[in-house]
């Protein structure tokens, strides 16, 4: 016997489990970052843009990929570059888990990093260019360390 389902909800959610769910992990290491006037919050904001972009794009091209969320952490790891507290610089490693959906017989992770890898110069140019725009200096170089 069938029973008569309430009446759908105008925005559904689709609950995944945990076990669902593919964590691909990716590192980003920005070097040679100055310290004066540094946002870190900023500077991840618009890293967590671009790579939104990245992916977004990857996700219409490839029809069973299901991204549901990417999270992101900074962790800063300081240096004693520089002389004068002016020109000091920092290295800053950003570690963000794109999580996607589970499809039996697929492994998103190789997926995904080659696109990342094939949008490095993209990424690169992106980050320079906000970079330029925050006067952080355009000494800054974009390290993409991930594994398959």
Sequence with gaps: ELEAASSPTRYPTIVVEEDDIEVVPLRFDLV????AGLSLSALKAEMTTILKRVLVRLSERVDVIRITKVEETVRAKYSARGLREVERRRDVTMYFDVHVVRVDGMRFGPI?????????SEITRDIRSYSDENL?????TLNLCTSR
């Design 112 to 120: 995904i990093v080659q696109e990342i890898q094939d949008s490095y």
């Design 136 to 140: 952080l200096g355009s000494d800054l």
């Design 32 to 35: 040679n970052v100055p310290e």
